[in-house]
């Protein structure tokens, strides 16, 4: 390779990796030209990424989340909390190694910068799901499509255009993370918390909005379209934060993923099969002995030593020698596409592209949705689950969304938070003279109101979620 195609490839990670923080205003000096207090701590943008989200709100309540097991009562089970943090160690594994193989290659950059953004990327992938995890999302989608009409049906429609019915009637918590993120984390400022673009693209597995230009379908194999990652409300950011890292933007904001978003995704693949196995086990939904077995075959090592009698032992050893294997098999499938990730045009998983690897997965996941996620308890919790979000969405929705509301709703107003109606271009006037509940309302568009709730309600724990609705539905009072 020519010192020439080394240097494009440079400026080019230069832009995936860039550390402009979407909201705020354009940095005047590059990177290595700024001022640099003595007196200030060393961390890098990517740390201060990393340390925003856990420090967050909406980070914590992730350890009352649904991962597979909605409200278990095991003090062994992980939640969306320990699985997040689980696969932040292993992405930053793999964004390390795949660092010292691109700078091996000739590309100016420090590896310990893409597993930290990596890293970021995993702890908040799953920061947007609503309670009850997928079931959660489900819900909402069920709810939407059944009480609100689309625009231009010749019914009464809160959306004034497809778009805005799509984002909430295929409500994703993919484009609920990012608004999290981008707009419900320091409210009153453009941006929130004003993450670095680097860290928003890596977590972003789906750059596009709900509805693709022209209303066209989508491409078939494209992994980046399968679902969808902003909502209309958020265009703006999206735009900014996706175009600050040079992403190809193939339609008008319709981009291809960014490299670093396949190994966020292969960290969440390894984790969600192999820990998943593991709870499943635990919890006495699936034989032990069995788990193991799958386990130790994934990338099976001939004349391997005897396994420990002790099957719990057996079962710690066989999971981590199994994420030890596969961490290796996805840098080296990123690798091998990396020109592709690169240009744009790469649009296989990173565990798709290593058939064993594939094999081995599908083996695990297939066993658990059986005996794990269909097992009776998980069933009977999430359909609970379906009947206290649309109970909620049926008082909080039609509460906000109305201009005249009676008595009982105006109750429900005053239950949201005030910070759940703050924008910030409202943000300069408010802080002259704080409006009332009912007028900061009244200045959202219809739509602008039902993601108020979406976000409240999918900010909500599973425990929460639950009492609230106990409470509101008269079927347990408050003590």
Request: hydrophobic content about 35%; some cysteine.
């Amino acid at each position: 390779m020519s010192s020439s195609d080394i240097q494009d490839r440079t400026d080019r990670w230069r832009r995936f990796l860039s550390d402009t923080r979407v909201g705020s205003e354009p940095r005047t000096a590059p990177r290595e030209e700024r001022a640099v207090d003595p007196q200030s701590d060393e961390r890098t943008d990517y740390n201060r990424d990393y340390d925003r989200i856990v420090f967050s709100s909406e980070f914590r309540c992730l350890h009352d989340k649904t991962q597979v097991f909605p409200l278990s009562t095991s003090d062994y089970t992980r939640t969306r909390l320990t699985h997040s943090i689980e696969a932040s160690c292993v992405g930053r594994s793999l964004g390390h190694q795949a660092g010292l193989k691109l700078r091996a290659q000739g590309v100016d950059l420090v590896p310990s910068d893409l597993g930290t953004i990596v890293a970021a990327a995993c702890l908040a992938h799953d920061i947007g799901n609503p309670p009850f995890g997928h079931s959660g999302e489900d819900a909402i989608q069920h709810w939407v499509e059944q009480r609100l009409s689309p625009p231009g049906e010749g019914k009464k429609s809160p959306f004034a255009t497809e778009a805005e019915w799509k984002d909430l009637r295929d409500f994703e918590g993919n484009a609920q993370g990012f608004r999290i993120l981008n707009r419900l984390q320091s409210r009153e400022r453009r941006g929130g918390l004003r993450y670095t673009a680097a860290t928003l693209g890596a977590m972003s597995k789906y750059p596009r909005p709900s509805v693709l230009p022209g209303s066209r379908p989508k491409v078939k194999g494209r992994v980046s379209e399968k679902k969808f990652g902003y909502f209309q409300d958020d265009v703006d950011l999206a735009l900014e934060a996706y175009r600050a890292t040079g992403l190809q933007e193939r339609e008008t904001g319709v981009f291809s993923r960014h490299p670093l978003a396949f190994l966020v995704e292969a960290a969440d693949d390894i984790c969600y099969a192999v820990i998943d196995l593991e709870d499943s086990a635990k919890l006495g939904l699936v034989p032990m002995l069995r788990a193991c077995e799958l386990l130790e075959a994934v990338l099976p090592e001939p004349g391997r030593r005897k396994p420990p009698r002790h099957l719990e032992t057996r079962m710690a050893q066989a999971r981590a020698v199994a994420i030890g294997k596969l961490i290796p098999q996805c840098v080296g499938a990123f690798m091998d596409q990396v020109h592709a990730l690169e240009e744009g045009t790469g649009e296989t998983s990173l565990t798709s592209l290593r058939p064993d690897v594939e094999s081995a997965l599908d083996a695990i996941t297939d066993f658990t949705s059986e005996f794990g996620y269909r097992s009776e308890r998980v069933l009977q919790i999430e359909s609970a689950g379906f009947k206290t979000l649309g109970g909620l969405l049926d008082m909080f929705a039609t509460a906000v969304v109305t201009d005249a509301p009676n008595r009982e709703e105006k109750k429900l107003r005053q239950l949201m938070p005030m910070e759940c109606f703050q924008r910030p271009e409202f943000a300069a006037v408010d802080e002259e003279k704080p409006p009332k509940r009912d007028e900061a309302i009244l200045r959202l568009t219809p739509y602008q109101r039902l993601l108020c709730v979406t976000d409240y309600i999918s900010g909500l724990s599973d425990s929460r979620a639950v009492e609230l609705f106990q409470r509101l539905s008269g079927i347990k009072l408050p003590t």
